[in-house]
Structure formats: C-alpha cells, structure tokens
C-alpha cells in the first residue's frame, strides 16, 4: 500500500475517534447512549461485517487449513500473554497489587475487535477481516480465563461459558461453518450483511472515542509508568509477532493480519475487567486511551515497514 494511501486513511480513523472523544469529554453524548451505541456496534454491526467477509472472501480452505489458521491465530494472540507474564516480573509495578494485573494485562490484550477489525477492512479487504474474525475465538478463551484469573489475583473461581461467549464469537462460529461446508446464503441475508458491513468502521472508531473521553488526554500522558506499556503493547509485540508468526505462514495478508492484532492498542476490556474485579480501573483507563492515541502513529510505521519483508 502506498504511504499517502495509508496515512489519508489513518487520517480518518484518527478524525473519527477524536470526535467521538471529544463529545464526551464535552458532554455532547450521555453515557447511556454511549454504551448503547458500544451494545449496537459489538452485537449487531461487527457480527455483520464478519459474516458478509464470508461471504465476499475468495478463499479455497478445507477444515485442515482452517485449523491451521485457528493455530496461527492462537499462536498471534498467545505471544502477548507469554510476554506480559514475563515482562510483569521485571517491573517494580509487580509489587502493586491493584495495578500489577491491568499492567500485564494492558500487554496482553489488544483491541481486535473495534481497532484491528476495521482498520484490516480498510486496509486488506475482507480475507483480513475474515482472519480476524477467527481471531475472536482465542481472544474470548484467553481473556475470560488467564485474564479473569489473573484479575481475581490468581485466585480460583468456576469460568462460565457465558461468559466466554459473545455475539461476535457466535457470528464468527457460524462464519466458520458457512465457509467450510459451503452452506448457501439467502440473498437478502448477504445483502443485509453488505449494508449493514459500511458502517461498522465509523461506529466502531466512535465508540472507541467514546470510551475514551472517560479519562483525560493530559492525565493518561503524564502517567510514566504506562510509557513503557505503551512501548511494548504497540511496537515491541507486534515486531515480536511478525517475526515468529512468518515461520508458520506465506500468506502475506495473513502475516499482516496478525502483525494488526498484535499491533492494535490495548483493550476496552482490561478497564472493564479492573472494574468488575476491584483493580485500578482509572490506572487501566489512561493506559488504554495513551495506548490508542500512540497506535495512530505507531500502526503506519509498522505496516509500512514489515509490509516491506
């Protein structure tokens, strides 16, 4: 992709979220619209946009290759836990236990699904989007397990399928079972998915605003801890990543692919999950708003130096 290409639409993802940011910060949308707005995009337009990459994608896989896949994706979305557990014990944070988890876990989960998905759309056409899609499935095993456990402080507790089941995961289910047994579509269903596919970008860049205009810009950038956060979530991971993951792969869309989930910014859910489990939910809020504004800058660079190997 050429670099006026990619910058003039990381331009509008960056207009689109600072909007959505700025009318929070400002008031201009209450908060239960806000999170009505965040259950739309995440229940309806985001499980579209993952069945209509079904349905549009030109891809020749049997159930071997797509397991294959499932194992790469798995292998993408496992690196940043192995190296949040292992970064986490060399930092004087350790000792904090109420910042120890959001730390490792700002390393570990990446916003795949409102960051990653459509900017792969824009960027890589519906095989990406397709690819993130199965990347649902790992990142709701892995967050509702080690990442609850790690929030709970270690400690046990019996994990709910429901917890781990989500409407994109459900989508994504079906998505699989489409694509593998080559079920047939009704028309009016792919073309449902086609419309309602348009406007999952803009929804999903101003929910993300949305969420971030609970904590302040200038209070998330004076936090010096979540710098190195920062470092490691957006550019060490994802090199990381590309790296291992071009031995399993020559699928070049693939291999981006997963170098975009491991360099989308950290995850909403870390907050959600500091909140739900008594952690410092604000300390989790300004890493992923330092995070997300970084990744604005920090995504072109990396695409458009990996994009080159």
């Known amino acids: 992709m050429e670099f006026s290409v990619l910058i003039g639409k990381m331009v509008i993802f960056s207009v689109l979220m600072l909007l959505g940011y700025v009318f929070a910060r400002r008031g201009m949308v209450e908060r239960s619209f806000a999170r009505g707005l965040s259950l739309l995009a995440l229940n309806v337009f985001l499980p579209a946009t993952?069945?209509?990459?079904?349905?549009?994608?030109?891809?020749?896989?049997?159930?071997?290759?797509?397991?294959?896949?499932?194992?790469?994706?798995?292998?993408?979305?496992?690196?940043?836990?192995?190296?949040?557990?292992i970064a986490i014990r060399f930092l004087s944070i350790r000792k904090d236990p109420a910042r120890r988890p959001v730390y490792e876990l700002l390393l570990a989960l990446s916003n795949t699904m409102f960051i990653?998905?459509?900017?792969?759309?824009?960027?890589?056409?519906?095989?990406?989007?397709f690819y993130c899609a199965l990347s649902c499935i790992p990142f709701n095993i892995y967050a509702y397990t080690y990442g609850v456990w790690q929030m709970r402080g270690g400690k046990g507790g019996a994990m709910r399928l429901k917890d781990i089941l989500s409407v994109?995961?459900?989508?994504?289910?079906?998505?699989?079972?489409?694509?593998?047994?080559?079920?047939?579509?009704?028309?009016?269903v792919k073309d449902l998915a086609s419309a309602m596919n348009g406007a999952t970008m803009p929804i999903s860049l101003l929910v993300i605003g949305f969420s971030m205009g609970t904590v302040s810009l200038a209070d998330a950038f004076k936090n010096k801890d979540l710098y190195l956060a920062s470092f490691l979530r957006n550019l060490l991971i994802p090199v990381l990543t590309w790296f291992i993951v071009r031995f399993f792969t020559n699928d070049p869309v693939l291999l981006m692919t997963c170098m975009l989930l491991a360099a989308s910014p950290c995850a909403v859910m870390v907050t959600v999950l500091?909140?739900?489990?008594?952690?410092?939910?604000?300390?989790?809020?300004?890493?992923?708003?330092?995070?997300?504004?970084?990744?604005?800058?920090?995504?072109?660079?990396?695409?458009?130096?990996l994009g080159r190997g």
């Open 50 to 85: 993952i069945l209509n990459s079904v349905f549009v994608v030109k891809l020749e896989m049997g159930a071997g290759e797509v397991a294959k896949l499932m194992l790469i994706l798995f292998l993408t979305l496992g690196i940043g836990f192995v190296f949040g557990a």
């Open 116 to 129: 990653g998905m459509p900017v792969a759309q824009e960027l890589f056409g519906p095989t990406a989007v």
């Open 168 to 188: 994109p995961l459900v989508a994504t289910l079906i998505a699989v079972l489409v694509f593998v047994l080559r079920l047939p579509v009704p028309g009016i």
């Open 274 to 305: 500091a909140i739900q489990y008594n952690r410092d939910s604000v300390f989790a809020a300004e890493g992923v708003l330092q995070s997300t504004v970084l990744s604005i800058a920090t995504i072109p660079l990396l695409i458009m130096l």
